[in-house]
């Protein structure tokens, strides 16, 4: 009799690394402009007809960045954060944990190259991801773990320790 043995990926580790503001604000600047330039293409190729700069700018949004649908939830001391980010391999992803957000960033290229005598084509496909999530906890800042498998990037972080509230006495 067969076994049917099914191979599971294991899950990859990836470090959550904290940014500096200038590199993540740098970051952002650079996917806004490639947004902007192909809201614009699409702009021009309506003929240039105003008055519909944000369908213009919402398809160029939709056609560059991938959808990411999050699940966020929480368990005694730790926050766990799933996204979906199919497609996408570990060092392909960037995590940054703040107390009140975590950001996952991602860029997937894929490159196709068909060589004949007579012909040559070359097609190029990238994938981005990017997603600033406000958490309904404060965690310790780039404490967490976070690991893919199957396309599901797990994060969990332990939660903040509250403030205390100290009572002044009126003097």
């Keep these: ?64 960045l991938k959808a990411m649908p999050v699940d966020i939830s929480a368990k005694d001391n730790m926050v766990f954060i799933r996204a979906e980010v199919p497609g996408f391999k570990a060092e392909e992803l960037e995590i940054n944990l ?17 060589k004949t005598e007579e012909s040559f084509y070359r097609e190029s496909k990238s994938n981005d991801v990017f997603r600033k999530i406000a958490l309904p906890f404060a965690v310790v800042q780039n404490a967490g773990e976070a690991a893919l498998k199957d396309g599901v990037l797990e994060i969990k972080a332990p939660k903040a320790a509250e403030a205390k509230k100290i009572a002044i006495a009126a003097a």
């Design 98 to 114: 703040e107390p009140g957000f975590v950001t996952i960033k991602g860029h997937h290229a894929q490159e196709t190259e068909s």
């Design 1 to 64: 009799m067969k076994s049917n043995t099914a191979l599971q990926a294991m899950p990859r580790e990836i470090p959550i690394t904290p940014k500096s503001v200038t590199s993540f604000l740098a970051e952002v600047d650079d996917l806004f402009k490639k947004i902007e330039k192909r809201a614009f293409q699409l702009f021009e190729e309506r003929g240039r007809d105003d008055g519909r700069d944000w369908d213009d700018w919402f398809k160029a949004e939709f056609e560059l």
